[in-house]
């Protein structure tokens, strides 16, 4: 089955508008897969919200979207009460992610539209929307198969691979992740190799790659990964294209531009056969 990845956010952290983001983007992440169908949003930070103007204004027939969040963290959530496609009654909306902690999918959501924070509350919605929780495993999204792994980030986060049920090409959509030493993520000590068979082979690996080697020496622990981190994880699991996403909010163009470079240098040394790019609003890729 034939299928696209569309990047509507690619930014980390906090949006980043400006003359200085034009080309990688501002938005904070939101990946839109379509196929066999179906739509699948990967992530709902403000980078959704163009999405759903989109999806509004060539609406044919109603809008049926189902949204995996990898984790609740502000930047992964905070497009969802500027979803257009919310407010018109005959869309549906399916919203799956993890637990975290004692808190459930549902409060965090509903939370996160409480009236001291945002004017309409979510019971407010035209649309038919459900709530589901999920943890590792498979489960089937319309025409794809969806893989979900615990990844190394605070919280409970999820990497994802999504593999058309009839075949074709792959993609893991894995950000939020931090490779290297660093953190307590109460994890087993077989992670890494058991993420490596989790994406072994991928078409297509979406991958945190917040910051440079120089600043994760500042950063270790906070749940994030360099581009050599990812190229090494990648080349390691036989990846055909690694996209670096979750971009640094103080990497304007020319600094991402600069990372870009940095990471085709990196690649030449591995010499992996994995393609690599940067992550840019607009981006449409065809699997």
Same mark, same amino acid.
């Not at 025409?143 to 593999?163: I, K, W």
């Not at 945190?208 to 990964?225: K, N, V």
């Given at each position: ?49 163009? +999405? @759903?103007?989109? /999806?509004?204004? #060539?609406?044919? =027939? %109603?809008?049926? !979207? ?91 986060? +999820? @990497?994802?691979? /999504?593999?058309? #049920?009839?075949? =074709? %090409?792959?993609? !893991? ?105 940067? !992550? ?8």
């Amino acid at each position: 089955m034939a299928y696209t990845a569309t990047f509507w956010g690619t930014r980390g952290s906090i949006p980043t508008p400006g003359a200085h983001t034009v080309r990688y983007g501002g938005n904070t992440p939101c990946v839109a897969v379509e196929g066999g169908g179906q739509l699948v949003i990967l992530d709902a930070g403000t980078g959704i919200r163009g +999405l @759903g103007a989109q /999806l509004v204004e #060539r609406q044919n =027939g %109603a809008v049926r !979207a189902e949204i995996l969040l990898s984790h609740t963290h502000w930047d992964h959530i905070q497009g969802l009460p500027h979803f257009k496609p919310f407010f018109a009654a005959g869309n549906e909306v399916r919203i799956r992610a993890s637990q975290q902690g004692a808190a459930t999918l549902e409060t965090i959501l509903r939370l996160q539209m409480h009236p001291a924070v945002f004017p309409v509350p979510l019971d407010a919605l035209a649309a038919q929307l459900t709530v589901e929780q999920v943890t590792t495993g498979d489960f089937e999204v319309g025409p794809f198969v969806v893989q979900a792994m615990r990844l190394r980030h605070p919280g409970t986060t +999820l @990497g994802f691979r /999504l593999t058309p #049920r009839s075949g =074709g %090409a792959s993609l !893991a959509y894995v950000t939020d992740n931090e490779l290297g030493p660093g953190g307590d993520y109460d994890l087993p000590s077989t992670w890494r190799r058991d993420l490596v068979t989790f994406l072994g082979g991928v078409d297509v690996l979406i991958h945190d790659a917040m910051y440079t080697p120089a600043q994760l020496e500042l950063h270790r622990g906070w749940g994030h990964s360099t581009y050599e981190e990812a190229l090494s994880l990648a080349a390691d699991a036989g990846a055909k294209k690694l996209v670096l996403f979750h971009h640094e909010p103080e990497h304007g163009d020319e600094a991402m531009d600069r990372v870009m470079a940095a990471a085709r240098r990196f690649a030449d040394r591995l010499g992996t056969a994995t393609e690599v790019a940067a !992550a840019q609003e607009g981006l449409h890729l065809n699997l």
